[in-house]
């Protein structure tokens, strides 16, 4: 199956990068509008960078009109935001929660973004009781197909320097077999070749994938 135009999201991250990577060398994937703050250095024909304002609704709705799927790997850190929640929330649950009524306004068939491990509505962590708080937000959109991906430890090379993660990624494999499945770090490569393998079929309701499942899915 072609398809004409599709979105993304967060494509300066990890996750997005790779994903946008392999959307490109995809022939199943048509025209990519890649949605961002600045303009990007992409040179692919297939590629359309749309550079908005994130806090304007109407501009940002605008961008995912006419595509069949919509995918964003959109995040922030606490040394990005110094520390601050209110912004940190503006990023992680404002902007997605805004795309996902974008999808819903103009009928997107396919949502799918990244959450993360561990995410709940209840939890005592900050991170992870927003990250439950941003799936709840999406789910009560009722939206044509919705699909999260929640890995833990992202394994991959980072543009920006995360010390802490670093030691993690170099420390944590080694005792990953010790871990609950759903908890395992997990090569960022695979997290985006799931979300591309998802992407091609149509799955209505709202479906969310841990690392077993990424893992079964990306091969």
Do not use: W
């Not at 069949?68 to 959109?74: E, G, N």
């Not at 980072?158 to 670093?166: A, F, I, Q, T």
């Not at 591309?196 to 690392?211: E, L, R, T």
């Amino acid at each position: 199956m072609k398809f004409e135009e599709i979105t993304i999201f967060g494509a300066t991250g990890l996750i997005g990068g790779l994903l946008l990577k392999l959307l490109i060398d995809d022939s199943d994937f048509e025209r990519i509008k890649v949605i961002s703050r600045k303009p990007l250095l992409l040179n692919d024909k297939k590629i359309i960078n749309k550079i908005i304002d994130f806090s304007n609704y109407k501009s940002l709705s605008k961008t995912v009109k006419n595509s069949k799927i919509v995918f964003s790997a959109i995040g922030t850190t606490q040394s990005k935001v110094n520390g601050d929640n209110k912004e940190y929330r503006k990023i992680d649950f404002d902007i997605l929660h805004n795309i996902a009524m974008a999808c819903k306004e103009n009928k997107v068939e396919n949502l799918l973004f990244v959450s993360s491990s561990g995410a709940n509505l209840n939890s005592n962590s900050f991170y992870l009781k927003l990250k439950g708080e941003i799936e709840k937000s999406i789910l009560d959109l009722n939206l044509k197909s919705t699909s999260v991906f929640r890995p833990s430890l992202l394994l991959g090379k980072r543009e920006e320097k995360r010390l802490g993660e670093k030691i993690a990624q170099i420390i944590m494999p080694f005792f990953s077999f010790l871990m609950p499945k759903n908890y395992k770090p997990i090569k960022a490569d695979l997290v985006a070749k799931s979300m591309v393998n998802v992407s091609k079929s149509f799955n209505p309701g709202f479906k969310i994938y841990h690392y077993p499942e990424i893992i079964k899915i990306s091969k």
